[in-house]
């Protein structure tokens, strides 16, 4: 049995300092798929991962469809609508997910994935961050019967069935957002990322709850991404509107959601380009598509107000990324927990690219 | 633990936050597959070197401020993480083999299995202090009595030294009263006068021991004719710089008074100003004649403190302590030159097998060549050294060469610690490692009295009155 015995509940409800609603545990279908993927450990050998600091983070890649669009599109003139920051304070929140790879078995491999949501109070900042999970991913079929149970204890998908990390990870996200869509009144949420769904990875019915249950709140969702796979002619979209100093808007949503097919991808905010800082980057925005104009530019001008210090980059969101992230000694401490929980031995293997390259075979750029 | 590498004498231990590691705490590597272990010595203790500790500990310092947070952590993995945070690398040095018999050599060529050797913490006492056949008790490592061999200080050439406070006189008492208690003859020259009440308990008993104290005015009275030629031409030469040529007239008149039997200090004045010579020998030699004159050294010729009587003072375990406390550089050299003299006319005659001389701040009263003379010659007479100083950089390197063993106190300047780190009974990453902030009281003991197996010891309490502490005025 893993420790479950050791979460949650209990010294979270004498925490006054989280918001009443914050303290959600992580739901038992989650740590079950959890605890079932790492059974299948028992007696299995290891092959740590490397901790060399050159390969930390590379798990983590932005998984969103690329779409070049036409030049003359973007050339035609798009309205720009100009941000005001404002100072009123309104509750704002923020989350993030990340997961890591552990570790090589003979049959998989093991991930850890965790979530952070962020809540910006009047004077500080307020965090839950839940995990790690550990999840045993392995790459054989398995038998039909197997699927068919784990398909009933994480909403209809098995580990098995996911297969691929990302979507155990978009999983727990869209989990993560969940909670700040049902916990946060008046105010606004802001996720990394977009708002594209319809993928298999990503499933639009679970996107469109989330906006629901956020609208119910009065709440606006905002997805901030911070590279874009738009293009235009091969060259990032964000680079057209570098030239702009002060905080700022650009509606691309005519011309982003002219290039794809109504179906499967679906468009569930309208996709923007921004500038919450004169000092700051450029970013897409994703704004939630039933937000009035209005409104969304009153959101847009209370982040830019209120939570944006950094290269004009919303601090709340920062931090959960921040918190989300694993570091090395974070891993290792993953390592050490597997060995000493799970009755696996460690065994190095050698790396076969470090063998054959050397000093070139370490970057995840050689192929 | 686990090692984690070894690179010349050094081996590096991985210790978990919750295995106990100090520094100069003694390991055994144990290999199974060839019944021995390797026997290490914890000099330094860094935080392990685990990658993405920087990233930890800046998120940490960010949830310090403005951040309030919670983790809902079902695997306790966070205390996984927090162990590898406190996790140490003990820096420590191959001090020998510990073989299935369970002796100790000093072959350090063989390397212990990473994966199977078994690493627990080795009592070295039971190598080093059993006592022998004279104990000494000097203190306690880890609550456990510390006992050194008397026999290791024997024969030998000792260094006490720390900078002022850290306990180092006390530890020359008590040295000096456990050898005392062996029957060791012993002579101190106290500078400071902290020696004088040795005998008394601090609450003002008399102890056993058996004690004589000499200043000037007070037992410390010569005859000049006894002393003879050589000792008084010594403190004409090196205590008081007599140029050569004065000494060869100075020779002369001696002769001349020793064959009519009238050698005495007032004779020899009276001889030099009527003597034919050039004026400055004569003024030479009559003045530093009337140097020793006054010192009051030499205020009753009839009744002197001679070879025989200091004999009598410290053998069989007698203290004589020689009170310097109060005179001046001049008078402190002179009787340092009449001393030395005297024991070493006691010790060729072999009157006495050996004494120990406890030498307080030696760099006050000794000449330069007095140095090298007791390190050499009068050590092969019988005359064993303990050298005590809050200045290290007085010592020459010549005598930290050649120490038998050294007591080290705390020391915090670079400048002292690398002076200590000359000896050769230890390397000095040892010493540098070792010495830095250990508190009062605490001593590294290195040499012969530990096996040349360097140890830290808390010292003995004395229960004697040492008048050594400072005096202060706020108080």
């Not at chain 1, 919450?276 to 009153?298: H, N």
């Not at chain 2, 800046?58 to 809902?72: A, I, P, Y």
């Not at chain 2, 627990?120 to 008790?137: D, E, S």
């Not at chain 2, 010592?395 to 200590?420: C, K, L, P």
Request: proline share 4%.
């Amino acid at each position: 049995m893993l420790h479950r015995t050791q979460e949650l509940i209990e010294p979270l409800r004498e925490l006054k300092s989280i918001p009443e609603g914050n303290t959600h545990p992580i739901p038992e279908s989650l740590l079950e798929l959890s605890s079932r993927s790492m059974r299948s450990l028992r007696g299995a050998s290891l092959n740590p991962r490397n901790m060399s600091l050159v390969e930390i983070g590379i798990d983590d890649g932005e998984s969103e469809e690329s779409l070049d669009l036409g030049h003359s599109q973007v050339s035609m003139g798009l309205k720009q609508t100009p941000i005001q920051p404002l100072r009123d304070t309104i509750p704002i929140a923020a989350c993030d997910a990340a997961s890591v790879k552990i570790g090589e078995t003979e049959t998989g491999m093991i991930f850890a994935i965790r979530a952070v949501a962020v809540w910006r109070q009047p004077d500080r900042f307020v965090f839950t961050r839940w995990g790690p999970l550990l999840f045993h991913i392995t790459n054989s079929e398995e038998p039909e019967r197997l699927r068919d149970e784990d398909s009933q204890v994480f909403g209809g998908l098995s580990v098995k069935t996911l297969r691929v990390l990302t979507r155990l990870r978009n999983h727990v996200e869209r989990w993560t957002q969940g909670v700040l869509s049902e916990t946060v009144k008046n105010g606004i949420i802001l996720l990394d990322g977009s708002l594209t769904a319809g993928t298999p990875d990503n499933p639009a019915s679970r996107v469109k709850n989330i906006l629901n249950t956020a609208r119910s709140n009065h709440t606006i969702t905002l997805a901030l991404s911070k590279s874009t796979q738009l293009t235009v002619g091969g060259k990032n979209i964000l680079t057209f509107f570098e030239a702009e100093r002060t905080p700022h808007l650009f509606d691309i949503s005519s011309i982003v959601e002219a290039e794809y097919p109504p179906y499967p991808v679906r468009f569930l905010g309208r996709v923007c380009v921004v500038k919450f800082s004169s000092d700051g980057f450029l970013f897409r925005l994703d704004i939630d598509k039933e937000t009035d104009e209005q409104s969304a530019l009153s959101a847009l001008g209370r982040v830019a107000g209120t939570d944006v210090i950094f290269h004009g980059y919303p601090e709340t969101l920062r931090i959960a990324h921040i918190f989300s992230t694993f570091t090395a000694n974070e891993i290792l401490a993953v390592q050490r927990f597997v060995v000493s929980n799970h009755r696996v031995t460690l065994q190095s293997r050698p790396s076969l690219r470090r063998s054959l390259f050397g000093p070139f075979g370490t970057s995840r750029y050689v192929a | 633990m686990r090692i984690y590498r070894k690179e010349g004498d050094e081996v590096q231990l991985i210790a978990f936050p919750d295995e106990q590691v100090h520094k100069a705490d003694y390991f055994l590597i144990e290999d199974p597959s060839v019944s021995r272990g390797l026997l290490v010595q914890v000099i330094d203790l860094q935080y392990a070197n685990v990658p993405g500790v920087l990233e930890d500990i800046l998120r940490d310092v960010m949830t310090d401020g403005e951040l309030d947070g919670k983790d809902v952590d079902p695997l306790n993995i966070s205390s996984e993480v927090d162990a590898l945070k406190d996790t140490r690398l003990a820096v420590c040095k191959v001090r020998g083999t510990i073989d299935q018999d369970g002796s100790l050599t000093s072959s350090t060529s063989w390397l212990p299995s990473r994966t199977t050797s078994r690493i627990r913490p080795y009592q070295v006492t039971r190598l080093i202090t059993n006592g022998g056949h004279r104990p000494v008790k000097v203190g306690h490592a880890d609550g456990e009595p510390v006992q050194i061999d008397a026999t290791g200080l024997d024969g030998g050439l000792n260094i006490i030294t720390g900078r002022k406070g850290s306990g180092k006189s006390h530890l020359a008492k008590l040295l000096l009263l456990s050898m005392a208690g062996w029957g060791a003859p012993c002579i101190v020259l106290d500078v400071n006068g902290e020696y004088v009440n040795l005998h008394k308990s601090k609450d003002g008993r008399q102890s056993n021991s058996r004690l004589t104290v000499l200043a000037v005015r007070s037992g410390l009275n010569f005859a000049t004719a006894k002393l003879g030629l050589r000792t008084i031409a010594g403190v004409l030469s090196h205590a008081l710089d007599l140029p050569a040529t004065s000494s060869k007239v100075f020779t002369t008149i001696w002769r001349q008074l020793e064959s009519r039997g009238e050698v005495s200090l007032p004779n020899l004045i009276s001889t030099v100003q009527t003597w034919s010579c050039h004026e400055s020998v004569r003024d030479a030699l009559a003045s530093r004649l009337q140097v020793l004159l006054e010192t009051g050294l030499f205020t009753d010729e009839t009744n002197p403190l001679t070879e025989e009587k200091i004999l009598h003072t410290i053998e069989n375990g007698g203290v004589l302590v020689v009170n310097l406390k109060n005179q001046n550089q001049t008078v402190r050299r002179i009787l340092v030159e009449i001393f030395l003299g005297e024991l070493t006319k006691i010790l060729s005659s072999n009157w006495l097998r050996a004494a120990f001389l406890f030498a307080e701040e030696a760099h006050l009263y000794l000449r330069d060549t007095y140095w090298d003379d007791i390190v050499t010659r009068m050590r092969h007479i019988g005359l064993f050294t303990t050298f005590i100083t809050n200045q290290p950089d007085t010592v020459q390197e010549a005598i930290y060469r050649q120490a038998d063993n050294i007591f080290i106190f705390n020391f915090t300047n670079e400048h002292d610690i690398e002076a200590i780190g000359k000896v050769a009974k230890a390397d000095s990453e040892t010493i540098r490692y070792l010495v830095r902030g250990i508190p009062t009281r605490r001593c590294l003991l290195l040499g012969n009295v530990v096996h040349d197996l360097p140890m830290m010891v808390d010292v003995e309490p004395l229960d004697v009155r040492t008048m050594g502490e400072t005096r202060l005025f706020f108080n």
